[in-house]
C-alpha cells in the first residue's frame, strides 16, 4: 500500500469558488487541492487529485486506484452521488476504501439528493464541512479511522 491517497471530483467541482458559493463555499478546487497537499505533507502522504465532468473516468480512476494500491480515494461524485449506478458498481468491486466526501449536506437539500449510491459503497460520509470536508476525510485516513 502506498501513501498516496486518491481526491477524486466529479462533475461541475471546477467550477467551485463560482457556483452557488452560497451552497459550496468560495473556495475554489484549486484552493482545496493546495490545502490538502499541505495537510498531507504534514500527515506523511501524498495526495493525487483530479476532476473530471465524466462518470466514465471516475470509474476508471476507481479501478486505477485500486491497481496502484492507494491508501484510500476521497470521492466527491457531485450529481453522480445520487445517480451512479456504475460508480456503486466501482467502489464494490475494489478492496480501496472510499470516503465520501461533499462541501454540503445533501440530506438538508432537495429530496433527490437524500440519495446516495456512493454512500451504500462507502466506507465513510463526510458532509457539510464546506472545504474541510476533504481536511476531515483525509484525517481519518491519517489517523487509521479508515
Partial sequence: MTKTIYVLNGPNLNLL?????EIYGSDTLDDIAGMLEDRALELGLTIDMRQTNHEGMLVDWLHEAQAESA???LLNAAAYTHTSIALLDAIKAITTPVIEVHLSDPKTRESFRHLSYVGMAAVRTIEGHGADSYRIALEAVASGEV
Fill in 17 to 21: 469558488g463560482l457556483r452557488e458559493p
Fill in 71 to 73: 491508501r484510500a480515494v
